[in-house]
């Protein structure tokens, strides 16, 4: 399948209401039943300020997050639409065209 994948930068203290803004985002996806997101953590990064982010022993507050998430271009369209609409959000992103797809059997579905 033709489709996009959509990755969007923030840090771990960012919230968006009373959830932290990365949670807020998987919800939203499981909400759109988006098929899958993923969160990861990074160590050091640079914003858009020109600040550095980074995880410290002691304070993971700044620590810089991404979450992404393979869509169609129906859903993209979908998903796009509701965050331009949401109120009081403030979030940088980055959407490229990929081709994805599934090979090989769920593993429930194998043979033991």
Same mark, same amino acid.
């Given at each position: 399948?033709?489709?996009?994948?959509?990755?969007?930068?923030?840090?771990?203290?960012?919230?968006?209401?009373?959830?932290?803004?990365?949670?807020?985002?998987?919800?939203?996806?499981?909400?759109?039943?988006?098929?899958?997101?993923?969160? $990861? %953590? @990074?160590? #050091?990064?640079?914003?858009?300020?020109? +600040? &550095?982010?980074?995880?410290?022993?002691?304070? /993971?507050?700044?620590?810089?997050?991404?979450?992404?998430?393979? $869509? %169609? @271009?129906? #859903?993209?369209?979908?998903?796009?639409? +509701? &965050?331009?609409?949401?109120?009081?959000?403030? /979030?940088?992103?980055?959407?490229?065209?990929?081709?994805?797809?599934?090979?090989?059997?769920?593993?429930?579905?194998?043979?033991?």
């Amino acid at each position: 399948m033709d489709g996009y994948q959509l990755t969007f930068f923030t840090q771990q203290e960012r919230r968006h209401g009373h959830q932290q803004l990365c949670q807020w985002l998987l919800t939203l996806a499981q909400s759109m039943q988006i098929r899958g997101a993923t969160l $990861v %953590s @990074a160590q #050091e990064g640079l914003g858009s300020h020109h +600040r &550095l982010h980074s995880a410290h022993f002691f304070d /993971l507050a700044d620590q810089p997050v991404e979450v992404t998430m393979i $869509v %169609s @271009a129906e #859903e993209c369209e979908a998903l796009m639409e +509701r &965050l331009r609409n949401e109120p009081g959000l403030h /979030l940088f992103y980055a959407k490229s065209r990929v081709e994805f797809g599934t090979i090989g059997e769920p593993a429930s579905s194998i043979a033991a």
